[in-house]
């Protein structure tokens, strides 16, 4: 059975500060817009199946996983990949944590990792191991046994509580 | 410009963070995936949703009437092309078949491509494949080794049975042995199915120039050089024509090693008839019905020990369901040459056999073999330390070398097993078990459901066999008072305990009563360790021994490091670059490590079987010494002194009188002697094998209501030889423990009887998440490999091949105290299994009654 051909629409929307647009076919899934058309190929496909979390990326603030959205459900949406995190050279408090605490390995996961970290730590600040573990659950890692990952996700916690605190 | 040449080795710190890790935290990473060349089109695979059916016909007719059509390839097609079978990598003990990369005749596992085609459009790969209509004719399915055997069907008629291969390791008369033994157990045990499981799947791409006839290939694979060597062969085309190349890879665990599979040959003859660029990327469901698996393998095993306590004869028989013939098929024969341990058993009789069946092959999987044997062995130990009634601590001690002081080369696993009860605060842990036991009986189930279990495991070989001094491993004073097994102390150890289950008039320990027998050939077997563990070795294998290296210095002062190895997580950027620094005295930060590309690198062997620390480190070391032996022959035409009283480091020349006096720096040298770039390279070859050795410990609990297994806490005492950087030597570790963690627990390529894949998503098939792991600590012995330059042994399989047995050793522990008998030997034991065994064995509890009446 040959499915209908559908008419290629338009989408817009924010992606890490910038407007995008493309013009994509409807079933075309978020994750794929944002690597094929956008070139943005830190956000990666583990599974297909909203699983592994790897392509988790937020959308208006809330991670999400992209492989699980369409492009167009995310018409006018704000995005943020895990390209959008550092400024210029200066890595994200997170993207520190992880570096310094080795939160990674083969580094596959990690973009989806470094979103589901980020999301815990803006709506908990000092979470437990626990709740830290709870909190990137849906993003499996198969390299680091998740020993390291808490760890860096407790340092970055640290030191986003400490870099507030510090007026930045 | 000062520097300072010392004449100590430069040592830097290892690096807080990883060379490697910026670019993937930033998602500049570089991936197969990721690359996207003009034009690309991409390949779809028609797979067989039978396990075994004779193809009639395929019919491209309604495919190809789409617009985004474009090419399509059956098994007829290659072999009109002349096109080779996938390649099988020699190994003596396995029977060989012909498969090709898409079935001829035939499909023999569910998942099987039986055609190939090409599409212009990403989204209309799969609605192409739906459009490809194949004939089929299904055949009886063999899906089990009980069916294998009994041949209902035969998946290769050529070899008139599914046996496919078969492997012994004989020593001594175990059958005597055991016969006269005063304690023997006997086990059945196994571990399912299970998968590597990288989060990144396996792709390709492929782009082909008609002018050179030859293929630039990304793919992602842990060894470039082998996967160009299988296209050349398979392709009939020389080698040169492939330039094969792998960035970044998101994990392979023996997945994306040296297996053969279809779909880079297929993109090469896709990409050579359009013209076109050629993509494929797995989906995770193709990821599980493709990719190699590991494991399936079970055991009969009988151990025995003398009443000493001192394990005297293992027999063992090992069947394994291999699937359909792979590409490597090592991993039985390892598990029965891995499987006595670092024990030495004099009486050895372990048999291996495995059979075809219809399901995709296995493969090498993290521990490839490894974990099998080490599960299966500790799993009889503590079952016959528990049958004498001495602590498992205990009985291990008794069965294991013990080194005097510092030394080189193997671990002595009686100070590894100290440093463990030490730094896990084993008591304090065996208090906490009995505390909970004491609960759950005082309350009952319905209000304290939890009980505990403690388990440990020994990961690692006695290769001391070739070692003829008994000296070195005495104690260092004479008389069997000294012997190792005698000793018995240390925290944690039971010393003294009764031996239950001997006559009252034997209750003492023998130790105490003035020693054990003596076992005149305890140092005397006189088979090498290297000849037991790699009998039959083959080409290939000699091959694993060896890596390649070329480091170069530009005369800006930077330093490049080629490698034959391919990392995909295990920091060898780092690492690599850490060693180059070390031995060149330049810094760090100069060095730069090179991987993964064919051309510029002709050479190489890859990143497997925990090979890239010990030999890809060693080749490195080894190219290093010789660019300093270079350079300081330069500098001494330069200068005009004899190259050995001279020291290089910190970036230039000094006499070796004195060290802070720079005579010439590298550019001086380089630049007089009108040298660019000045290189050294290596092939270097290990003279035996070099791997770590670890001591577990798990602490879990277990929800006697449930089933339900948590593993609370998780030690790991290792000796990995020296350690280039620590902080990458345990995350090896983390990794590797969790990885059996989700064997032990959770992890199931489950069948039905059709042969059909019932787990091919991470919904059906749980690795675990952060959730089920625990905090794994790791604690450090450090005795330097004597075969590796570097002093390491290899660590990346080390927690893997321990943990299945240290998880269910502490299940089966905490089973044993509701004193039923229930046992639990067949991994994973999911929550399932164990509710299972738990009200098999009556454990009267409401929520089971309730639930297994209904």
Not at chain 2, 606 to 611: E, L, N, P, V
Not at chain 2, 681 to 707: I, N, P, Q, R, W
Request: net charge negative; charged share 25%.
């Amino acid at each position: 059975m040959q499915r209908a051909k559908s008419e290629a629409t338009k989408v817009a929307m924010k992606v890490n500060g910038k407007q995008v647009d493309g013009t994509v076919e409807p079933r075309t899934l978020l994750v794929n817009f944002i690597r094929d058309d956008l070139g943005l190929t830190g956000t990666h496909v583990g599974c297909d199946t909203g699983h592994c979390g790897a392509c988790t990326v937020m959308v208006d603030g809330k991670t999400s996983k992209s492989c699980m959205v369409l492009a167009v459900q995310a018409q006018g949406a704000e995005i943020l990949t895990v390209e959008g995190l550092a400024q210029g050279d200066e890595l994200h408090p997170i993207q520190e944590a992880f570096w310094k605490n080795h939160g990674l390995q083969c580094g596959f996961c990690t973009p989806g990792l470094l979103m589901s970290g980020l999301y815990l730590l803006q709506r908990n600040p000092d979470p437990t191991d626990e709740e830290i573990r709870r909190g990137i659950e849906g993003n499996l890692c198969r390299c680091t046994g998740y020993v390291n990952v808490v760890k860096s996700v407790r340092a970055a916690a640290k030191s986003m509580r400490e870099g507030r605190e510090g007026g930045a | 410009m000062t520097v300072n040449v010392t004449t100590s080795k430069h040592r830097e710190d290892a690096p807080e963070g990883r060379v490697e890790d910026r670019r993937l935290l930033t998602g500049k990473g570089r991936f197969v995936d990721d690359l996207k060349l003009e034009g690309q089109a991409y390949m779809g695979l028609v797979r067989s949703p039978y396990a075994h059916a004779k193809i009639n016909g395929i019919d491209f007719s309604k495919a190809s009437s789409s617009p985004d059509f474009i090419a399509s390839l059956t098994g007829e097609d290659l072999l009109k092309e002349g096109v080779q079978p996938l390649s099988q990598n020699p190994w003596p003990f396995q029977k060989r078949a012909k498969r090709y990369h898409l079935a001829v005749g035939k499909a023999r596992f569910a998942g099987e491509p039986v055609a190939a085609i090409l599409v212009k459009n990403k989204n209309s790969i799969e609605d192409l494949i739906e459009l490809v209509e194949v004939d089929y004719e299904s055949l009886p399915v063999v899906t089990t080794i009980e069916e294998s055997k009994q041949g209902n069907a035969i998946i290769y008629e050529e070899w008139g049975n599914n046996a496919s291969l078969t492997s012994e390791v004989k020593k001594g008369d175990a059958e005597k042995a055991i016969a006269s033994a005063a304690f023997v157990i006997r086990a059945k045990e196994g571990i399912a199915r299970q998968a590597a499981a990288p989060i990144e799947p396996h792709a390709v791409l492929v782009a082909y120039d008609g002018k050179q006839d030859s293929y630039d290939v990304w793919a992602t694979v842990q060894s470039v050089h082998g996967t160009r060597d299988k296209l050349a062969s398979e392709l009939k085309k020389p080698k040169e024509k492939f330039h094969v190349r792998v960035m970044d890879m998101g994990g392979g665990f023996g997945s994306k090693g040296a297996q053969s599979y279809p779909e880079a040959p297929l993109a090469c003859i896709f990409a050579r008839r359009t013209g076109l660029p050629v993509k494929w990327t797995a989906t995770r469901s193709e990821e599980f019905l493709e990719a190699a698996a590991g494991r399936d393998e079970y055991c009969d095993i009988t151990l025995a020990c003398d009443k000493n306590g001192r394990i005297v004869a293992i027999k063992a028989s090992v069947e394994c369901d291999s699937g359909v013939t792979g590409s490597q098929a090592h991993m039985p024969t390892m598990t029965i040459e891995t499987m006595s341990g670092p024990y030495r058993i004099l009486n050895q009789d372990i048999t291996v056999a495995a059979y075809v069946t219809n399901k995709m092959p296995l493969g090498p999987v993290r521990g490839a073999g490894g974990p099998e044997g080490c599960y299966f062995i500790e799993r009889a130990v503590d079952a016959l330390a528990k049958k004498i009634g001495l602590d498992p601590i205990e009985f291990r001690r008794r069965n294991v070398l013990r080194r005097d002081g510092p030394g080189e080369g193997e671990a002595d696993f009686g100070l590894l097993l100290d440093t463990l009860v030490k730094s896990s605060h084993y008591e304090e842990l065996s208090q906490w078990r009995s505390d909970l036991y004491s609960k759950f009986r005082v309350e009952g189930p319905s209000h304290s459901s939890l009980i505990a279990g403690l388990g440990v495991s020994l990961t690692g070989s006695d290769e001391s066999e070739d070692d003829e001094d008994e000296e070195d491993w005495s104690g260092g004073s004479s008389g069997a008072e000294s012997k190792p097994w005698q000793t018995g102390g240390g925290s944690g150890a039971s010393a003294g305990e009764k031996w239950a289950g001997q006559p009252a008039a034997e209750a003492k320990a023998p130790w105490q009563a003035g020693g054990p027998e003596k076992s005149a050939s305890w140092q005397n077997s006189g088979e090498s360790a290297e000849k037991r563990t790699w009998a039959g070795a083959s080409e290939e294998t000699l091959g694993f021994m060896s890596e390649t290296a070329r480091v170069t210095l530009d005369k800006d002062g930077s330093v490049k490091v080629y490698t034959g190895s391919s990392p995909h997580g295990q920091g060898e950027e780092t690492t690599f670059a850490q060693l180059a620094s070390e031995e060149l005295g330049v810094p760090l930060g100069s060095v730069t490590v090179v991987w993964g590309d064919t051309t510029l690198i002709p050479k190489g062997i890859g990143t497997y079987g925990s090979r890239s620390a010990a030999t890809g480190g060693s080749a490195v070391v080894d190219a290093s010494r010789k660019l300093k032996a270079q350079l300081l022959a330069r500098a001494s035409e330069v200068l005009g002194v004899e190259p050995n009283s001279l020291e290089m480091g910190g970036g230039g020349f000094a006499s070796a009188s004195r060290p802070d006096a720079v005579l010439a720096t590298l550019a001086d040298v380089l630049q007089k002697q009108r040298a660019d770039e000045v290189s050294s390279s290596s092939v270097f070859t290990l003279s035996g094998l070099s791997y770590s050795s670890g001591v577990h410990l798990c602490a879990l609990t277990l929800d006697v209501e449930l089933g339900k297994v948590k593993i609370v806490k998780y030690f790991v005492a290792e000796d990995c030889g020296r350690m280039i950087n620590k902080t990458i030597v345990e995350g090896q570790l983390h990794g590797g423990v969790l990885h059996a963690v989700g064997g032990a627990l959770f992890e199931r390529l489950a069948y039905d009887e059709e042969g059909n894949l019932l787990s091919s998503t991470f919904m059906d098939y749980n690795i675990p998440t952060a959730l089920d792991s625990p905090d794994v600590q790791v604690f450090h012995e450090t005795t330097p490999s004597t075969v590796t330059l570097d002093g390491a042994k290899g660590v990346g399989e080390s927690g893997t091949n321990g943990a299945y047995a240290a998880v269910i050793n502490a299940l089966n522990d905490a089973l044993s105290q509701l004193g039923t008998g229930a046992e639990l030997n067949m991994v994973p034991a999911t929550p399932d299994a164990v509710f299972r065994i738990l009200n098999a064995k009556r454990v009267k509890t409401p929520a089971a009654s309730h639930l297994l009446s209904s």
